[in-house]
């Protein structure tokens, strides 16, 4: 059946640090959501990627979304803790099901 | 603007006893989605309305979850009986968008525990 997977599942970083979480579907996708839970709270939007290739950044925050439209990665320089909560990418197959990965929880050490 | 409306936050029921939730989602709104969230894992879309008829509900164990969105507005979740597996947060998310899938805007969730 359809599986998004992340990687890692956990990271733990100092404050300052770099940090990358990848996303991997066994099927392709038509788009690539990106959403942050902090403990506790619900899944906010980040974004939404459609094309193959495509790149977008949000201040501290770099997205892309794989050319062959089934893998994607989430990069995040210089942490904060306000960083801290489980990262999850989204997506939607060829059949219109939507799917969530199963996450990447990042703790920032001050 | 007012968020994604859900309640009850808390339930704790007893497994074969029978539960429901209930969800407002943002005015305007005509996608409604419901997910169920077990600790340490991602959200799984249990259903997806558009309006008030079903997109899909591929994933909802139909034996026990029914769902329905009178009037295309509010929707209520149904568990009838519940198991121990149930035992999870229940969360609402509503969209612009219909057809595909788009920016999601999730409510906090309803905690279920069933013992």
């Known amino acids: 059946g359809q599986q998004v997977m992340q990687i890692p599942q956990y990271q733990h970083v100092q404050e300052g640090e770099d940090f990358t979480t990848y996303c991997n579907s066994s099927?392709?996708?038509?788009?690539i959501q990106w959403y942050k839970q902090r403990p506790g709270g619900h899944p906010v939007f980040l974004i939404q990627?459609?094309?193959?290739?495509e790149v977008k950044k949000q201040k501290r925050l770099t997205f892309q979304f794989g050319e062959a439209k089934k893998n994607s990665s989430l990069h995040i320089t210089a942490t904060q803790t306000t960083d801290v909560g489980t990262y999850f990418c989204?997506?939607?197959?060829?059949?219109?099901?939507?799917?969530f990965g199963t996450g990447t929880s990042l703790t920032v050490i001050p | 603007e007012a968020g994604v409306a859900q309640s009850p936050r808390y339930k704790i029921i007893e497994k074969r006893q029978s539960v429901a939730f209930w969800c407002n989602p943002i005015?305007?709104?005509?996608?409604l989605y419901w997910y169920q969230q077990i600790l340490g894992q991602g959200p799984k879309l249990l259903i997806q309305?558009?309006?008030?008829?079903?997109?899909?509900d591929s994933q909802l164990p139909k034996d026990r979850f029914s769902a329905e969105r009178l009037k295309g507005v509010d929707s209520t979740l149904k568990i009838q009986p519940a198991k121990l597996e149930d035992s999870a947060v229940y969360l609402c998310?509503?969209?612009?968008?219909?057809?595909?899938?788009?920016?999601?805007?999730f409510g906090p969730g309803t905690r279920l525990t069933v013992t």
């Open positions: 998310a509503s969209s612009w968008t219909s057809g595909r899938v788009g920016e999601q805007y």
């Open positions: 099927t392709t996708l038509s788009n």
């Open positions: 990627l459609v094309k193959s290739g």
């Open positions: 989204a997506g939607t197959n060829t059949g219109n099901q939507f799917y």
């Open positions: 005015s305007g709104h005509a996608t």
């Open positions: 309305f558009q309006n008030n008829g079903v997109v899909d």
